[in-house]
């Protein structure tokens, strides 16, 4: 009985890890910040946030721009881009992230349609939802 619960517990915990093949289908898109976890029992909780991230993946290569949604649904661009490298390492996936003055990683450790969930080497934890316009002006254009 002791063996079938730990092997039930062991798929348990295998089926509900994406591989890093599932986890890459989700990437793509805009995100916003929802919280960063600093330490295990400090959060620090984001409101409406100014900016949203767009990033776009194609053959492991590509980029995280930072960018201001409008109140018709577009966006203004920021100065702010970083170059993207996707590294897998066993069941691991990895931003890889290069500016012309830095680099870093952090590991993807969650991703869904409206998920994506970060840790950087320091441990923070970063956590950020699919972005959904506040107003979508084609919307209200249907309603008169």
């Known amino acids: 009985m002791k063996r079938i619960s730990l092997l039930l517990l062991f798929l348990f915990i295998s089926c509900g890890k994406n591989s890093p ?13 929802e919280k960063v976890e600093v330490e295990k029992d400090s959060v620090v909780e984001f409101g409406l946030s100014q900016y949203v991230d767009f990033i776009e993946i194609k053959d492991s290569l590509g980029f995280r721009k930072k960018l201001q949604p409008k109140l018709d649904g577009g966006f203004l661009k920021t100065n ?6 996707i590294d897998i390492r066993g069941e691991q996936l990895f931003f890889q992230y290069s500016t012309p003055f830095n680099t870093w990683e952090e590991e993807i450790l969650e991703t869904s349609p409206d998920v994506l969930v970060t840790k950087n080497k320091e441990g923070k934890i970063y956590y950020y939802k699919r972005f959904e316009p506040l107003l979508n002006l084609g919307d209200e254009k249907k309603k008169e």
Do not use: P, T
């Not at 093949?21 to 910040?33: F, H, K, P, R, V």
């Not at 702010?80 to 490298?85: L, M, Q, V």
């Open 21 to 33: 093949e599932e986890m890459l289908q989700y990437i793509d898109g805009y995100w916003q910040i």
């Open 80 to 85: 702010s881009e970083e170059n993207i490298k």
